[in-house]
């Protein structure tokens, strides 16, 4: 079974520019989850979907960033503009249903804003 | 709200050495308990998880939780590790329902030769 996908790897830009991160959930998981990690804050859940219907937008840091899931197969995370202070690994992860069903994580995506 | 206390930032331990890793939960309502493991620049994997039933879980690469509802506690251990269980250690805890799974902040787990 393919695991949560994310792309790119590693992303690195100059302040200003916007930077585009990308997820590819489990087949058949109707929740999605964007998790932001840095050393002082951990682990943050930014959104969370569920069948492609954002529900919990509370964690967004603010307006530059913006969440979409266009299908159940894709989403994705935009800031525009980055800034510094956006450095961090940014996590996707999925689940099947509600209960006790786990998440599953992606590798993430190392973001540095130079 | 929900919140996960992991109560140990960091934890040293020398090889072979039995270890536990202490994480507690705010609510005694019924929930969800989970262990995470987070390996250098990787994702989180799912170490084990108690959804009901036996209070003691036992994981993947040799690692168990046990629960206890009346001390809210989902503590892991591990009689004897490795080098390679130098890693990062999520406890995290999910209310029932259509709800995210609630982290701790995580206890570094470093293993020493």
């Known amino acids: 079974d393919a695991g949560v996908i994310q792309s790119p790897r590693h992303e690195v830009t100059e302040m200003g520019q916007e930077v585009t991160l990308r997820c590819k959930p489990i087949s058949g998981h109707d929740y999605l989850f964007w998790y932001r990690q840095t050393m002082m804050r951990g682990l943050e859940l930014l959104i969370y979907?569920?069948?492609?219907?954002?529900?919990?937008d509370s964690g967004m840091p603010e307006d530059r960033f913006s969440a979409k899931m266009p299908n159940a197969s894709f989403s994705t995370l935009k800031i525009q503009p980055s800034e510094p202070r956006d450095s961090a690994v940014y996590f996707c992860a999925s689940r099947r249903g509600v209960g006790g069903q786990p998440q599953h994580f992606g590798d993430g995506t190392r973001l540095s804003i130079l | 709200a929900q919140s996960v206390t992991q109560l140990d930032s960091q934890v040293p331990v020398f090889e072979e050495a039995p270890v536990e890793l202490r994480c507690n939960y705010s609510?005694?309502?019924?929930?969800?308990l989970f262990w995470y493991v987070q390996y250098p620049n990787q994702g989180l994997q799912l170490l084990l998880k108690y959804l009901s039933g036996s209070t003691l879980v036992k994981g993947i690469n040799g690692f168990e939780a046990e629960f206890n509802k009346s001390q809210t506690s989902f503590h892991l251990r591990k009689p004897s590790v490795h080098i390679s269980d130098t890693a990062e250690y999520f406890c995290a805890v999910k209310p029932g329902g259509n709800t995210p799974l609630v982290f701790g902040k995580g206890t570094r787990l470093s293993v020493i030769a």
């Open positions: 979907f569920n069948n492609n219907v954002p529900i919990d």
């Open positions: 609510s005694s309502v019924s929930v969800y």
